[in-house]
């Protein structure tokens, strides 16, 4: 579960990142390809979120803050590809993607206990 967590969430990073760049060249047609697919691994991302929520006894506020920091995350990535692609400003979105990004990361690897490196 955690492995498929952390491959969807990795690979929807790299697919946001060739969106923006499809997006950049001008390619806006394949860049709407890749944000289909990227909605796509959202959904998976979720479902395996969840799942590892399930996965526990007891539920501690921590979990909480961490899915909603991957929530946040998720919105992020919709809103910077969709202002992107109407030319609009995103330096606001791209600050919280920053901070997003370093509390989910801290969260994830180091105050939660699951982890890729130990869990099957
Ligand atoms: C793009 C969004 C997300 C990112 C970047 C992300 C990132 C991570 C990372 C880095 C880990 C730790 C993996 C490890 O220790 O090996 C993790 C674990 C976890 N994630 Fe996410 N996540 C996201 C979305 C979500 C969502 C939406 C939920 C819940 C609905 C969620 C729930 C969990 C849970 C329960 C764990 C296990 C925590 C632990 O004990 O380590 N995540 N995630």
Redesign the pocket.
Known sequence: M?HG??T???L??ILFIVALILQSGGKTKGAKIVQMILRVL?LV??A??????F??TKISVM?IL?????????GL?EMILGRAMNKRRTSVFWIQFVIA?AL??Y???V???????H?K
Not at 48 to 53: D, I, Q, R
Not at 66 to 74: P, S
């Open positions: 955690i967590h952390v969807a969430w990795a929807a990073l959202y991302i979720i395996t979120g969840v799942g590892l929520l996965m526990l979990y961490k899915a909603v920091v991957g929530l946040w995350i998720i990535f990004w989910v990361l969260l994830g690897f105050e939660l206990p699951m982890s890729i490196f869990v």
